[in-house]
């Protein structure tokens, strides 16, 4: 089995990102939250935004609690272009009018086949992941260039081969994949680097129990070459490594974090969990 995930202070310099100011998309829970921390822990201010006001609200008191650091909530979302504006505007202002660091994370997902997607259902998915991870880029731009900042998109791995059920987020995670390539070539003149993390399945998250239900979970463990579901440390790792300046010359890169998963994984239950004889949840 892969060596546990290791602390995050005993690979990166605690002052590693001092002075710098992030905001993390979706920190309110899950992959976004773990980031969020991540990032205090090592000398940033953090704005963390959603939907949920009372979960940015114990998400932000959690960062403070283990980091020491102050922690700005942003309530809005990511579909509306506008609240995003009128919400971030006053709080990146009071931390000095500029952005060095963003990090798209949020999202929403569910198993669906196609036949019963309905058209609301595609958009949805699609307004969240990638046109809300568009609209937050364009909000923050002027932000971003002036302080020659960098971006962290997070994708997945299920746009890599056919993966039923998955239509509208794949789809949405191949569209950002093709954002985070084609604004490194834009960006890259004004010093701005853009790069993603795929993350494998991730325990205990909620994309880990909406997508891995019942005992499809046991039989995904047997195909991950590394042994073991990845930790948010795993993904804090990753973001540590391309938000710094480790990774000054590295952009439009979507670096793959799954311990192997992507390279072998099949389906399971398929293909009678699509035909729909055997139950989303079903016991394999
Ligand atoms: P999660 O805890 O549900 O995080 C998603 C976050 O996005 C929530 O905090 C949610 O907060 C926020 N959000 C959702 N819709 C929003 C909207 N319209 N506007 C603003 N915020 C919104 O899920 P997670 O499992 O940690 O996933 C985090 C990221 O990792 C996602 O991009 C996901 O696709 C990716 N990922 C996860 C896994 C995994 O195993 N977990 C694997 C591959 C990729 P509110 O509800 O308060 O808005
Ligand atoms: N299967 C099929 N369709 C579904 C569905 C499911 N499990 N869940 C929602 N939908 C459909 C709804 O029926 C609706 O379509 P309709 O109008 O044709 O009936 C459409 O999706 C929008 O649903 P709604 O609940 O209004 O959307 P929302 O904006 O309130 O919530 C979701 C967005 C559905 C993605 C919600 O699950 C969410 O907020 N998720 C965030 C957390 C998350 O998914 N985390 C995991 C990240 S990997």
């Known amino acids: ?84 504006q009128s919400v971030l505007e006053p709080i990146v202002n009071r931390l000095g009018g500029k952005l060095d660091i963003l990090v798209n994370s949020a999202a929403g997902n569910f198993l669906a086949p196609v036949t019963k997607l309905s058209a609301n259902a595609f958009k949805t998915v699609i307004s969240i992941d990638l046109l809300g991870t568009f609209n937050v880029i364009k909000v923050c731009q002027d932000w971003l260039i002036k302080a020659k900042g960098n971006i962290l998109n997070i994708s997945a791995t299920l746009q890599y081969r056919g993966t039923p059920l998955q239509t509208h987020a794949a789809a949405a995670k191949a569209g950002i994949d093709s954002l985070t390539k084609t604004i490194a070539t834009e960006w890259g003149v004004h010093g701005v680097r853009i790069n993603g993390i795929a993350p494998g399945p991730i325990a205990s998250t909620e994309g880990w129990q909406r997508l891995l239900p019942g005992e499809a979970r046991d039989q995904a463990l047997r195909n991950i070459p590394l042994q073991r579901f990845g930790t948010v440390g795993d993904i804090e790792q990753a973001a540590l490594f391309l938000t710094s300046p480790a990774a000054s010359w590295v952009t439009g890169h979507t670096i793959v974090v799954d311990g192997g998963e992507w390279l072998t994984s099949v389906f399971y239950g398929y293909p009678d969990i699509v035909t729909g004889k055997m139950p989303l949840d079903a016991k394999l």
């Not at 990032?39 to 283990?66: F, M, Y």
């Open 1 to 84: 089995m892969a060596a546990p995930t290791v602390s995050t202070t005993s690979v990166f310099s605690a002052d590693l990102l001092r002075d710098k100011v992030a905001l993390v998309t979706g920190g309110g829970s899950g992959i976004g939250k773990g980031i969020a921390i991540a990032l205090a822990r090592h000398g940033a201010s953090v704005i963390i935004l959603g939907r949920n006001q009372e979960r940015l609200a114990q998400a932000a008191k959690d960062l403070t609690a283990e980091t020491g650091k102050a922690c700005e909530t942003a309530s809005a979302d990511v579909r509306d272009v506008k609240s995003l």
